[in-house]
C-alpha cells in the first residue's frame, strides 16, 4: 500500500492508510494508547485500542519511544467535536527503529543547549512552524520578482574585494590569491541589471562582524534586486511593494504556524502601501527630541549611522515599516549616488520593520559616473584593480540604476515576531557557533 502524508489526510477519511513517520508523543489510557505521529507534513493522534488489535502491534505501541521511527497502518476519520482535525485508528504498526532516551524530552531546556541539539530541536512544533513560514517566504521572493519580469542571475560565493566594507570580510585562500566570502551579490547585479535590464540574486552572504546582538547572523541568506534606469523613489516604491506581498502571501497560507507561534495576525494585516518615509535628518531630530523627552537613553547626533535603539525607536512611531532615505554619505557605501541637492547626502534607503526588528532592507541609488566613482574608491583605500570591471560598467552604456538587499533571517523574525534570528534559519552561524 501506498504511503499516505498526514497533510493529505482529509483526502482519506474511512479508507485505510500508511504512515511512515516518528512518533511526536504518547499517552496511554488503560486499554487505549493516544500517539502523536509526525511525518514531517504534518502531526496526527493516532488511537490504538488493545481489543481491536493483535497482540504484536499493542506490544509495540506500549513499548516505542519518543522519536522512534514507525509504520502505521490505520483509518482516518474526522474528530466528532472539532471539524477539521483528524485522527486515526490503528490497525497495525511496526516500529522501525526503537530508540534509546531521546535528549530533548518535553522538559524546559535552556537554549545553549538547545543549539548543540539543533539538529533534533528542528523537529519540534515550533520550529516546525518556523522554517515553514520561512519557506513561504522565500516561495514569495521568488514570485515575486519571476512575475514583475526579473530574471534570477547567481553572483559569486568567492569575491576579490569588499563589496560593503574591509572590516566585515571573511578572508580564504583561493590557490595563490587571497578571496574574500561575499557580503553581497550588488556589484555583480549591477552587470546583470546592465545585461537584462531587471535582474536579482539570491543566496548565501557572509559578514565577519564580531556581534552578538539577536538580529546578527555571520552567514545569511540575502535577496538583492536590481533595476536598470531605476531612481531612487522607484525602488522604494519597489521594497514597499514586496515587503506588502511577502506578508499577505505568508497570511494567506501559514495563518495556522503564526497562530502556533502565538503571533499577533493583527499587526500584520495592516502592512499594504504605502509605508511612512522619513528624511534622514527628520529621523534625526526625532530621535534627538526623544532624547530630550527621556523616551531614548543616548543623544543621537547628526551624522552618525543609526544604532539598534535608533532603529527600534523610530519603527515604534509607526504600524508599518517606515523608509529612512538619504543618510550622510560618510556612512554609507562608496557606490552610492549622491543628491544632487545635497551631495553630502547619499540617495539610500533603509526600511526598518515595526515592533523593533531593525533593518531589513537596504538600498538605494548607484552612482553612474565612471569619474566619481573611481574617485570614491580611492577615497575609501580600495585598490582600483579589484574593481576595474565594475569601472567598466560606468564606461559601457552606463545608466541610472537602483536596487537593494533584504535578508531573510530578519524578515522571518519579523513575520514570525520571534526574539532572535537564531531560530530562523536551520542551522545559524554566529559569533561563537559553528556546530552543529
Known amino acids: 500500500m501506498a504511503q499516505t502524508y498526514i497533510s493529505d489526510i482529509a483526502r482519506h477519511t474511512g479508507q485505510e492508510v500508511v504512515i511512515k513517520g516518528w512518533l511526536y508523543n504518547k499517552r496511554s489510557s488503560g486499554k487505549l494508547g493516544f500517539l502523536e505521529i509526525r511525518d514531517g507534513s504534518g502531526t496526527i493522534q493516532a488511537i490504538v485500542s488493545k481489543k481491536d488489535v493483535s497482540p504484536e502491534t499493542w506490544e509495540a505501541s506500549e513499548r516505542v519511544t519518543q522519536e522512534s521511527s514507525v509504520i502505521v497502518n490505520g483509518v482516518p476519520r474526522e474528530h466528532p467535536k472539532r471539524p477539521g482535525v483528524f485522527e486515526l485508528d490503528i490497525r497495525q504498526m511496526e516500529i522501525v527503529q526503537l530508540t534509546g532516551e531521546y535528549p530533548i524530552s518535553p522538559k524546559d531546556h535552556g537554549v ?111 535577496v538583492e534586486p536590481e533595476v536598470a534606469y531605476a531612481r531612487l523613489d522607484d525602488i522604494m516604491v519597489l521594497a514597499e511593494n514586496f515587503l506588502s506581498y511577502i506578508v499577505a502571501r505568508v497570511l494567506e497560507t501559514r495563518r495556522e504556524e503564526l497562530e502556533q507561534l502565538e503571533r499577533d495576525i493583527s499587526k500584520l494585516e495592516g502592512i499594504v502601501p504605502p509605508f511612512p518615509r522619513l528624511q534622514y535628518d ?74 523593533g526588528y531593525g533593518e531589513i532592507i537596504g538600498g538605494g541609488e548607484r552612482m553612474s559616473s565612471h569619474e566619481l566613482l573611481l574617485q570614491r574608491i580611492h577615497e575609501h583605500h580600495l585598490p582600483p584593480e579589484a574593481f576595474d570591471w565594475y569601472l567598466d560598467l560606468r564606461k559601457y552604456g552606463s545608466v541610472p ?34 556546530k552543529p
Open 401 to 434: 540604476h537602483a536596487g537593494f538587499g533584504m535578508g531573510i533571517e530578519r524578515c522571518v523574525a519579523w513575520i514570525c515576531g520571534l526574539e532572535h534570528v537564531r531560530e530562523t534559519i536551520p542551522f545559524p552561524r554566529m559569533l561563537y557557533r559553528l
Open 112 to 222: 545553549d543547549f538547545l543549539m548543540d541539539h539543533r539538529h533534533l530541536w528542528l523537529r519540534s512544533r515550533r520550529q516546525h512552524a518556523i522554517l515553514k513560514v520561512r519557506h513561504e517566504i522565500i516561495r514569495a521572493v521568488r514570485d515575486f520578482f519571476d512575475n514583475q519580469g526579473f530574471v534570477l542571475c547567481d553572483t559569486p560565493i568567492f569575491t576579490p574585494a569588499a563589496c560593503e566594507g574591509t572590516s566585515t570580510l571573511f578572508e580564504v585562500g583561493y590557490f595563490d590569491e587571497k578571496a574574500y566570502l561575499t557580503q553581497s551579490g550588488q556589484l555583480y547585479n549591477e552587470a546583470t541589471a546592465a545585461a537584462f535590464g531587471k535582474a536579482y540574486c539570491f543566496g548565501p552572504t557572509f559578514r565577519a562582524e564580531k556581534s552578538k546582538t539577536r538580529r546578527h547572523l555571520t552567514e545569511f541568506w540575502m
Open 282 to 355: 527628520v529621523a534625526a531630530k526625532m530621535l534627538q527630541n526623544a532624547h530630550d523627552a527621556g523616551s531614548v537613553e543616548h543623544r543621537f547626533e547628526w551624522g552618525g549611522d543609526l544604532g539598534s535603539p535608533d532603529e527600534t525607536y523610530l519603527s515604534s512611531q509607526y504600524d508599518k515599516p517606515v523608509m529612512v532615505h538619504r543618510y550622510p554619505a560618510a556612512v554609507k557605501a562608496f557606490y552610492m549616488e549622491p543628491d544632487p541637492q545635497r551631495p553630502d547626502l547619499a540617495l539610500c534607503v533603509d526600511v526598518l520593520a515595526p515592533e
